[in-house]
C-alpha cells in the first residue's frame, strides 16, 4: 500500500509540475497567459501552501505571517544592495532570516492557542508594521519603501543614494542604469521570473507534499485533531507546532524574496494585517489541509482580482450600452460597487458562498462533482443493462 501511495504521490506531484510550467499556455484562453500575473500565482501560491502547513495542519490561524513576508522582502532587497544582483543570495538569506523571525515570533505566541494565538500573532504583525515605519526607518527606509539604486565606490559616505554590492564589484560586473536581478547572468524578468517563480513554487509544493506525508506531518494532523489528548498521553506538542510555525514563515520568507526578484522594491504596506488576512482568504477558499487546494485558492484570487480590478464605470457603460439610458445607468451604479476599487466586495461575497455551500473550499467542489459521475457511471450502465435484457 505504502508503495502505491507512493506512486500516485509521483503522478500527483508530476502533473501539478506540468501544469505550473505550462500555465503560459494553458491560462492564455482566460487572459491571465502572461508573466506578471503568472508570476503572483506562483508567488501568492507558495505563501498559501506555506501557510497550510501550520493552518490546514495543526489548525492554528495565525494573522501575523505578512511579517514573515515583509521581512523576507527587506532581506531580499539588503541583498541586492550589499552583496549583489545575483537573486541566489538574496534568497537564502531571506529564508533565513524569516525563519529566524517566525522561531522567535512562534516561541512566544505558541504559549497560548485558539483565538489568543491568532491576536498575539495578529500583534506581532502590527507591530512590525509600525516599527517599519519609524524606528526601524533606515533599514525599511520608511514610506518610501527600500530599492535598489546606483552601485558607486563612495557608497559608504554617501549610503542613501547608493549601493555597494561588493561582490559584483569584485568580479567586474559593469553596470550600466540600475540593474535587475539575475541568475548567473541571466536576467530575471519577465518569462524568466515567471519559471523561476514556478519553479520555487514546485520544489516549495514537493516539500509540503513530503511534509503531508510523513510522520511530522501525521503528528501536526493530531494535534489539529485533539490536543488534549497528545498531552494526556505524554506528547508534548509545542515542539511540532514550533517546527510548523517556523517552516510556515521560511515560505513567506521565500515568497517576499520572489516579490523583491520580480520587482527590486520592499515596502512595508507588505506586512499589513489586510496581506495576512487575504493568504487566510485563498487557504480556506482553496481548501485548508489540503495539498492544492491553497495553490487553487491564491490563483482564483489574484485571477478574480486582474479581472474585477480592471473594470470601471467606463467599460460598464460601454458593455450596457444596447440598454435604455435609466436602466444602463441603474446597472452601472450597482456593478461599479463590486468593480475597480470595490472588487474586494465581489471577493467577500465569493468567500461568503464557498464557505456556505463548500466549507472545504473548491477542492471539497470538485470531489463533490467526481463523487456524482461515480455514482451516475454505474446506474447509467446498470440501466443500459436492463435495457438490453
Not at 513567506?252 to 527590486?264: E, F, N, S
Not at 485563498?282 to 487553487?296: C, E
Not at 489574484?302 to 450596457?320: Q, T
Amino acid at each position: 500500500m505504502f508503495r502505491r501511495t507512493a506512486r500516485q504521490d509521483l503522478v500527483f506531484f508530476l502533473v501539478f509540475s506540468a501544469f505550473v510550467l505550462s500555465m503560459p499556455v494553458t491560462m492564455a484562453p482566460l487572459g491571465a497567459g502572461y508573466p506578471d500575473l503568472l508570476q503572483k500565482f506562483a508567488i501568492y501560491g507558495l505563501f498559501a501552501i506555506g501557510f497550510n502547513i501550520l493552518f490546514g495542519l495543526t489548525g492554528y490561524l495565525s494573522f501575523g505571517h505578512a511579517a514573515f513576508l515583509g521581512v523576507g522582502s527587506y532581506a531580499a532587497v539588503w541583498m541586492f544592495k550589499l552583496l549583489t544582483m545575483n537573486v541566489v543570495p538574496a534568497i537564502v538569506f531571506a529564508v533565513a532570516v524569516s525563519g529566524l523571525f517566525a522561531l522567535a515570533i512562534g516561541y512566544v505566541s505558541l504559549r497560548r492557542s485558539g483565538i489568543y494565538f491568532s491576536i498575539l500573532t495578529l500583534a506581532f504583525a502590527e507591530m512590525s508594521y509600525k516599527l517599519a515605519y519609524s524606528v526601524l526607518t533606515p533599514l525599511t527606509n520608511g514610506e518610501t519603501g527600500l530599492q535598489v539604486k546606483l552601485r558607486s565606490a563612495d557608497a559608504v559616505s554617501d549610503f542613501i543614494n547608493h549601493d555597494v554590492r561588493v561582490l559584483d564589484a569584485a568580479m567586474g560586473v559593469v553596470e550600466n542604469g540600475i540593474p535587475a536581478p539575475s541568475l548567473f547572468g541571466l536576467e530575471i524578468s519577465g518569462w524568466s521570473a515567471f519559471y523561476l517563480c514556478a519553479v520555487m513554487l514546485i520544489v516549495g509544493f514537493y516539500i509540503a507534499m513530503r511534509i503531508s506525508r510523513s510522520s511530522f506531518g501525521m503528528m501536526l494532523r493530531a494535534i489539529k485533531s485533539n490536543q488534549n489528548r497528545l498531552n494526556y498521553t505524554g506528547v508534548y506538542p509545542r515542539p511540532y507546532l514550533l517546527a510548523a510555525f517556523t517552516i510556515s514563515g521560511m515560505y513567506a520568507g521565500l515568497a517576499g524574496a520572489l516579490l523583491a526578484v520580480t520587482d527590486p522594491l520592499a515596502g512595508a504596506e507588505r506586512m499589513q494585517w489586510t496581506a495576512s488576512g487575504e493568504v487566510v482568504l485563498m487557504t480556506i477558499l482553496g481548501g485548508a489541509g489540503t495539498l492544492l487546494g491553497p495553490f487553487l485558492g491564491a490563483a482564483v484570487i489574484k485571477y478574480f482580482e486582474n479581472i474585477f480590478s480592471a473594470i470601471n464605470e467606463g467599460s460598464l457603460h460601454a458593455a450596457l450600452s444596447f440598454l435604455p439610458d435609466p436602466l444602463e445607468n441603474a446597472l452601472v451604479s450597482l456593478l461599479s460597487m463590486f468593480v475597480g476599487e470595490g472588487w474586494h466586495l465581489t471577493l467577500g461575497l465569493l468567500f461568503m458562498l464557498i464557505v456556505i455551500f463548500l466549507p472545504g473550499g473548491l477542492i471539497e467542489g470538485f470531489n463533490r462533482l467526481v463523487g456524482l459521475f461515480r455514482r451516475a457511471g454505474p446506474a447509467a450502465s446498470g440501466d443500459d443493462e436492463k435495457g438490453e435484457g
